[in-house]
């Protein structure tokens, strides 16, 4: 059963990025959401907190609660995990799908994904398109053990929206090594770039509430189109 601070911020983290707020860049009082939601304030406040730590809100005692004050075009939050369709919902995200496979983890994949070898993994590689620019390469490894069907289709669309509504399974944390490499004549070719060009690297791994690696992925992204979003506080 979804816990109640869940659902909550579930619909408000959509409301945000589907820009209902910005016109006062303000949300409704805790009175208000917990009138709307029929909560306590506890769940409000609960709700109110990691909302705060995802970087989308911010509290200002007395005053109430503000949309934090980003650009985000084009923008990829290091902290967001619920994959570029839902962190773009304003954009046009589209894939073409380049691999589809099911294959053995081998000996680096195992320690990568801490699971044994020959453990059977999907294997998927695609261009990821937004507005019909080319974004990003990104070649993902799930464990079939845990993720225990994907086809082509699922594939062409959002993973990770197919895995949360349809698996009901839960993402929670990942750990994220960025780097920057030189693109090959097929990778430049592919986003539409030279050559040797720069491109920015994201290695993802990527684990459930409880604990377990259900995706390795390296992705390659257009250096012209993507930038990083991190917090800072004090």
Not at 159 to 181: G, M, Q, R
Request: net charge neutral; charged share 30%.
């Amino acid at each position: 059963m979804i816990k109640k601070y869940s659902a909550v911020i579930e619909e408000l983290e959509r409301e945000i990025l589907n820009g209902k707020f910005d016109s006062n860049k303000k949300l409704p009082t805790e009175e208000e959401l917990m009138e709307r939601f029929d909560v306590s304030r506890n769940t409000i406040r609960k709700a109110v907190e990691i909302l705060v730590s995802k970087g989308y809100i911010y509290q200002v005692h007395g005053s109430g609660i503000f949309l934090r004050e980003f650009s985000k075009a084009g923008c990829i939050p290091m902290w967001d995990m619920s994959g570029l369709t839902k962190t773009f919902s304003k954009d046009k995200l589209t894939s073409k799908l380049l691999e589809f496979s099911l294959i053995e983890a081998d000996e680096e994949l195992a320690e990568k994904m801490k699971c044994k070898t020959h453990t059977k993994l999907y294997h998927v590689r695609r261009v990821r398109y937004m507005n019909e620019e080319p974004f990003t390469i990104e070649e993902s490894f799930f464990n079939k053990d845990i993720i225990l069907y994907l086809n082509e289709d699922i594939c062409k669309n959002s993973i990770y929206e197919y895995i949360v509504n349809d698996l009901k399974l839960k993402i929670k944390f990942a750990d994220k090594v960025i780097s920057c490499e030189k693109l090959n004549k097929a990778e430049a070719l592919l986003l539409n770039l030279n050559e040797g060009d720069p491109s920015l690297i994201i290695e993802n791994t990527v684990f459930l509430s409880n604990g377990m690696i259900f995706d390795f992925s390296r992705e390659k992204y257009n250096y012209t189109k993507a930038k990083l979003l991190s917090l800072a506080t004090l």
